[in-house]
């Protein structure tokens, strides 16, 4: 692992955190929390890529990638909060 490809994944994770959490929530995590979740999502993004059999190259597909993986990542990470809110009783 070098600094550059180090660098690289910690700037695309934060592009494809705050994309995501702007399509999710409408605003961003901060610049660390959307640098979790754009790593999160590069690798379930890569993951979901490879098993559908789809690829491609470049900057903007790496992005859009980690993009839609962080978006799955968000939404099952608010169904689980959401489920584990406590309800008021009826």
């Given at each position: 692992?070098?600094?550059t ?17 702007e399509?999710?929530?409408g ?10 979740v ?13 098993t ?7 900057l ?7 993009m839609?993986g962080?978006?799955?990542v968000?939404?099952?990470?608010g169904?689980?909060?959401q489920s584990?809110?406590p309800?008021?009783?009826?």
């Amino acid at each position: 692992m070098t600094v550059t490809w180090l660098i690289s994944w910690l700037i695309i994770g934060a592009i494809a955190g705050w994309l995501a959490g702007e399509v999710t929530k409408g605003s961003g995590f901060g610049l660390g929390g959307n640098i979790i979740v754009g790593i999160l999502g590069a690798v379930v993004g890569g993951w979901m890529a490879n098993t559908l059999g789809i690829g491609g190259g470049g900057l903007v597909w790496t992005i859009l990638i980690a993009m839609v993986g962080a978006i799955v990542v968000l939404t099952i990470f608010g169904l689980i909060a959401q489920s584990t809110r406590p309800h008021p009783p009826v």
